[in-house]
RNA sequence: GGGCGAUUAGCUCAGUUGGUUAGAGCGCUGGUCUCACAUACCAGAGGUCACUGGUUCGACUCCAGUAUCGCCCACCA
């Protein structure tokens, strides 16, 4: 059977080109709700329609993945729902910029069609990135694609807000709120950036009034880091109990610049110890003096506008004026005034906007609220009671912190681009109306005047849903909704436990009575090499897209993979790709050996399902593919898939290549018994084709590749085969216990050591690989026998042309003592005795040290009482093994003389 | 100010419930272009597990404290 000619090392680029597209077609990645197979859903978190692919990407999308195809040839109906945020500020921005670029502002065009040529972007880049993240392999059914501002999600948005407001969940008020002025909108507290600045505490002196309104003469110095709020002021701050400012009790003062007399407040949140122990109170532009302005039913006054100019409110000279531009004249006019009194540098974080780094302002302002302490109790409690577990488990921590210190989440925008709000006004009577289904007459007075809220809710106001909108809800009778919810994973990076884990664990348990997912993997961040953010400023990024084309999908995902170690960032540089693709090349030479060996002999009736141990090697590797096996699934378990991976990696690579495939050589080579050459073939294909099985979660394209090759090179028994075309369809290999045998592992482990030895032996003596030597080995005969069998082995591995058990000692030798067997090599002529002589010595120092410490732990009376009699048992045979393997080195020692 | 994480070989990191005089990859040293693979093979060097106490028969592992680094949270006017 004709086979096809495979590359000399792996070419992952075709390869990829070939497999994805394939697959889509032959629908690999449909799910199949009506199949009877049990769900396992991971909710892919929805990339912006703005986003461009990036290592985070490669990181979760690997891991998501991982699972799903995992699961999948685990006999799951895997599901991994995709869709798309609209991503509200993040968008706006882009088409207003689209818009600047024609000289056009979203006003000039007005809210329909600004929405209209929104809607057109999203058509046109929406679908980048989803585009993009097929290059990473991503088993997603594409067909199930949600994007956030769909009918069924937005239908579920307003069903959410409606059912909110009509429990008094959701609420309209005016309270301080963050407010950016070049996004001309409110965002909530997780959307705020805190840096440190250095900035300057400007001293302000208020001049105090008498009870006639008439100067004192005295002055109160305040400290403020916003000068230009000043003038806002309706009131100054002393702490009740202070000393060093009771004498203010009750008087009054004369705002600077703007003349307004305020009046002198007391209460407790003032810090005695800090400044001058007086505190201006601007209730208008910060959060705290809002509270204080509650407390004391203070003015407030806003001086400043939404896009952070000065407005009417303040003294005509600074209307018009940019808040930092006014920021200079109120100083210099103070300063004028005598009343700038001193100016520190300080230190001091300053809020910025998440999404274009502008300064935001605290600001007053009419906006809609969720009350969340309510749905907050049952969101602690899923994780209290198990019912969603974090991996690693101490990010329960900072979920926990979170929401117990959550205040009420900002939902209102002032964008045009999202879910717009579903309140209604009556023009005529004011009444407001929250409700399902657009209203078309006033329900108090029945005019027809009506108008809708201007603003849209934040993007995380359907994000927070999407575990169960992508599934059909609120209709609880949707089979998706039935079939896949709860999911089953949420994998994502620490960085948005507070955005948006915690927040969908309030939304469902709240809408469904159910948790959103039962486990979240948490992974790290992707970090530069020198352990800094990945940013455009700073230019540091890695562009998975370049990774996949310069070393393979596969390789991008096999690194992403092993580096993601439980709980750590992840220090990323393209070199660490070379992993990968070294591994990939490995994989591709270890078949490209298969795959030139003569099929034929397998017969007729092969079965490359079936194990065909027939000597140690065979029971060894069937032994040790077991292991494996067992061990992928219990990492699976603990959500370890870097130690999945690390075991495959070291079956395949130094179990598989470096002593199987080394050992059935002969065998395959065997012109004159072609049962020994069908036999370690079999076996072989059988090993390795499993191994392609457990590789393939990790790995699709290349298994995939090889997959092919198999059935090709089996050609017509390809079909008679159990599997069916797609490699990444076929079961997963099950474990066998039967085939896992300590003993046998054993006794391969002496035949490794053995060779191990000899190695030795050969290098340090600089006996060239090609020289054969001659072997002697002494010791018990229990271990004798268990070589006898095998000894071709250790003289095919270590090419002895001649390989004694129990021969005479050569003289002289080089000696190696291997688990109590004495490894005689005759190298007469050859030997550097210096050289062997320093290697034993060497070797008998570190066993007696050996010696030495278990000793003392056995004569450790109270180790022997107390320790565990098998701990104990443990170390008398260690010691014993030890004793006898020194006697063997002294006396191969003395033979040198 | 509060909390979390890290500190193990030159570098990047493993080390499962305390019981191996500590493991991997990269790098390094020496030897190999051996008919699957130099993106490889063989052999090897390299660590008082940050520090100080404590618990224990026994600590890289548990507890307390210290130091250094990093991250998160917070209403430092």
Redesign the pocket.
């Known amino acids: 059977m004709p086979r096809t000619e495979l590359t ?4 992952p680029n075709a390869v990829e080109a070939r497999w994805y597209p394939w697959w889509e077609e032959q629908g690999c990645f449909h799910i199949q709700p009506d199949s009877g197979k049990p769900a396992f859903t991971i909710n892919m978190p929805p990339p912006n329609i703005t986003g461009q692919l990036h290592m985070g990407h490669g990181l979760q999308d690997t891991v998501q993945d991982t699972y799903i195809r995992y699961k999948r040839m685990k006999g799951f109906d895997a599901h991994w729902q995709a869709g798309k945020d609209h991503a509200g500020i993040a968008t706006q921005n882009v088409v207003e910029k689209m818009l600047r670029g024609e000289g056009l502002t979203r006003h000039d065009l007005g809210r329909e069609a600004f929405l209209e040529r929104a809607w057109e972007w999203r058509n046109k880049y929406g679908d980048i990135i989803t585009e993009q993240k097929r290059k990473l392999g991503d088993s997603a059914d594409w067909r199930q694609e949600v994007f956030t501002m769909d009918p069924g999600p937005s239908r579920a948005v307003r069903e959410v807000f409606v059912h909110l407001y009509e429990k008094g969940l959701v609420y309209q008020g005016d309270y301080i709120i963050n407010w950016c002025p070049r996004c001309h909108s409110a965002i909530s ?2 959307e ?3 840096e ?1 600045r250095a900035g300057h ?1 400007w001293h302000i002196a208020y001049p105090v009034l008498d009870a006639s309104g008439a100067p004192t003469g005295e002055k109160i110095v ?5 000068p230009e709020t000043m003038l806002g002021d309706t009131a100054i ?3 009740p109990e202070s000393e060093r400012t009771a004498h203010l009790k009750g008087k009054r003062v004369q705002l600077p610049l703007v003349g307004r007399v305020i009046p002198v407040i007391e209460d407790d ?12 109170i ?1 209730p208008a532009h ?4 809002f ?1 204080a302005g509650v407390r004391h039913n203070l003015e407030r006054i806003l001086v400043i506008d939404g896009t952070g100019k000065m407005n009417v409110n303040a003294p005509a000279k600074y209307q018009g004026m940019d808040r930092y531009e006014c920021r200079k004249a109120v100083l210099a006019d103070l300063e004028a005034e005598g009343l700038l009194v001193k100016i520190d540098d ?4 300053v809020g910025q906007c998440s999404r274009c780094d502008t300064i935001i302002e605290p600001w007053l302002s009419k906006q809609w609220f969720v009350k969340v302490k309510p749905l907050v109790g049952p969101a602690l409690a899923a994780v209290a009671d198990g019912r969603i577990t974090f991996h ?1 488990a ?2 329960a ?2 979920y926990n ?2 929401l117990e ?1 959550l ?1 009420d989440w900002c939902i209102s925008r002032q964008l045009w681009w999202g879910h717009r709000i579903p309140v209604f006004y009556c023009e005529d009577c004011g009444a407001m109306m929250v409700t399902r289904e657009d209203p078309t007459v006033c329900d108090t007075c029945g005019s027809t005047d009506i108008r809708q809220d201007e603003d849209v809710l934040d993007t995380w106001f359907s994000s927070w849903l999407w575990p169960f909108t992508t599934l059909g809800w609120p209709d609880v009778d949707a089979q998706k909704f039935k079939h896949y919810f709860p999911t089953d994973l949420m994998v994502t990076g ?2 948005i436990i ?1 955005l948006w884990v915690s927040r969908m664990v309030m939304a469902s348990l709240e809408f469904t009575g159910e948790v959103p997912f039962r486990d979240v993997f948490i992974t790290g ?1 992707v ?1 530069d ?1 020198q ?3 990945m940013s455009k400023s700073l230019g540091n990024g890695i562009d998975p897209l370049d990774m996949v084309k310069s070393y393979g999908a596969d ?1 991008v995902r096999y690194s992403m993979t092993i ?1 993601n ?7 990323l540089s393209e ?2 790709f ?2 990968g ?6 994989v ?9 060996q003569d099929w034929s002999v397998l017969g007729t009736d092969f079965d490359v399902s079936q194990p065909r141990p027939i000597e140690l090697a065979d029971e060894w590797i069937l032994s040790r593919l077991h292991s494996t096996i067992k061990a992928v699934d ?1 990492h699976f378990d ?1 959500y ?1 898939p ?2 999945s991976l ?1 075991a495959i ?2 079956f395949i ?2 179990e ?4 199987y ?2 050992l059935i ?1 002969p065998r395959l ?1 065997d012109k004159e018994d072609e049962g020994r050459r069908r036999d370690a073939l079999a076996n072989a294909l059988h090993v390795f084709t499993r191994a392609m099985q457990l590789l393939h979660p990790f790995m699709p394209f290349l298994t995939e590749e090889i997959w092919s090759h198999i059935r090709e090179g089996l050609g017509e028994l390809g079909a008679k085969q159990p599997w069916g075309d797609a490699l990444m369809m076929h079961d997963y290999p099950e474990l066998s216990d039967a085939l896992v045998s300590e003993e046998v592992e054993a006794r391969f482990r002496l035949v ?1 050591g053995i ?3 000899l ?2 032996i ?3 003596q ?1 006996v ?3 020289q054969p030597i001659k072997v002697v080995l002494q010791g018990p005969s229990e271990k004798l026998g268990v070589l006898e069998p095998v000894k071709h082995y250790v003289s095919q591995l270590a090419l002895a042309e001649s390989f004694e058990l129990g021969g005479e000692r050569p003289r002289p030798a080089a000696a190696n003592v291997v688990d109590g067997v004495d490894v005689l090599v005759a190298l007469a002529g050859l030997i550097d005795l210096d050289a062997e002589r320093a290697r034993l010595q ?1 070797e008998q ?10 000793e003392k ?1 056995l004569g ?9 009699e098998e ?2 048992a ?2 008398r045979e ?1 010691l014993d093994a030890a004793k006898l393997d020194l006697e063997r080195i002294q006396h191969n020692l003395s033979e040198l003389g």
């Open positions: 000399r090392t792996y070419e507290n997780e705020v950036n805190y440190d505490l305040v400290a403020t880091t916003r701050a002393i702490h949140f003032v810090d005695r110890e800090f400044g001058t122990g007086c505190v201006k601007t910060d959060p705290n003096d509270e300080h230190q001091h974080s690693p101490h990010w921590n900072v912190r979170w210190n205040r620490y960085d507070f961040i970090k090499e352990g800094r953010k390789a580096l170690t439980e709980g750590q960032d992840i220090k070199q660490k070379e992993l693709r070294n591994f990939a090349n490995k591709w030479q270890a078949f490209r050996f298969l795959h030139m219990q603990r370890r870097n130690e690390q990696h070291e690579w130094s598989f290549c470096d002593w495939v080394e050589k080579y490794q060779t191990v030895a190695r030795n050969r290098a340090e600089q060239s690989p090609k060497k120092q570190r066993l007696s040290g050996f010696i030495t410490g278990i732990k450790n009376e109270s180790f022997v009482s107390r320790a565990p701990v104990v443990k170390e260690k």
